[in-house]
């Protein structure tokens, strides 16, 4: 007899995902990507960038990028140092540049 397989879940820092929107995310919506920074790219696109703490965490957050209804264009996982642009937010406009807090 065989034992079902249980996926267990090691308990690490989160992981740090960026998640790319097109469009500019209204800064209304902020308190619902609580701990992620969003930055607002030159190109039209919004890149919200932060820890994640599992797999159930990111869900929850990609329902709250449906609710906004912007069309999502990427969900990374990134190294810390990669979250805010592939070379320290070359692609972005800094003075448009937000982060959120709880």
């Known amino acids: 007899m065989s034992t079902p397989h249980i996926a ?4 690490h820092e989160p ?3 960026e998640i790319r929107l097109q469009g ?11 701990n992620m ?6 190109d039209g696109v ?3 960038a932060g820890p994640v703490l599992d797999q159930a965490a990111l869900h929850g957050l990609l329902r709250n990028v449906r609710d906004v209804a912007l069309p999502l264009l990427s969900v990374m996982q990134v190294e810390p140092k990669q979250a805010d642009g592939p070379d320290g937010n070359a692609d972005t406009d800094d003075h448009l540049k ?4 709880t």
């Open 37 to 42: 920074s969003f930055t607002y790219a030159s």
């Open 46 to 48: 919004t890149i919200l």
């Open 24 to 34: 500019y995310l209204d800064p209304r919506w902020a308190d619902r990507f609580a």
């Open 98 to 101: 937000g982060e959120t807090s």
């Open 8 to 11: 267990t879940e090691e308990h």
């Open 15 to 17: 992981r740090r995902y």
